[in-house]
Nanobody, 125 residues
Framework: QAQLVESGGGLVQPGGSLRLSCAASGFTVRAYGISWFRQAAGKEREGVSCISSSGRSTILADSVEGRFTISKDNVKNTVYLQMNSLKPEDTAVYYC??????????????????WGQGTQVTVSS
């Protein structure tokens, strides 16, 4: 069955970097828009970044523009989120999600077919 598995989270100091991975199985990321969401404790889930099925177009939330980069490796069937210059406010559980109509959907939950289980990112000194 289709599955998304995130990895790469952890504890990092402010200003540090992490790379999250979202490995897909049971479907090919080449055909899907893939997004990263995050949810901090006590807050609503928010969209962070999205990459189109072709991989040629990306969207970044204003809060991470210039610090985060999303990319896709079709051979490995994996999507990455490179996070640099991390801030304490980036602390959250990060989820990846895939949808045939995800790109440009303005983060609508209904646009996503598959979700991962999440990985914790904690930015603290």
């Amino acid at each position: 069955q289709a599955q998304l598995v995130e990895s790469g989270g952890g504890l990092v100091q402010p200003g540090g970097s992490l790379r999250l991975s979202c490995a897909a199985s049971g479907f090919t990321v080449r055909a899907y828009g893939i997004s990263w969401f995050r949810q901090a404790a006590g807050k609503e889930r928010e969209g962070v970044s999205c990459i189109s099925s072709s991989g040629r177009s990306t969207i970044l939330a204003d809060s991470v523009e210039g610090r985060f980069t999303i990319s896709k490796d079709n051979v490995k069937n994996t999507v990455y989120l490179q996070m640099n210059s991390l801030k304490p406010e980036d602390t959250a559980v990060y989820y990846c999600a895939a949808g045939l109509k995800a790109y440009g959907s303005n983060w609508r939950t209904a646009a996503y077919d598959y979700w991962g289980q999440g990985t914790q990112v904690t930015v603290s000194s």
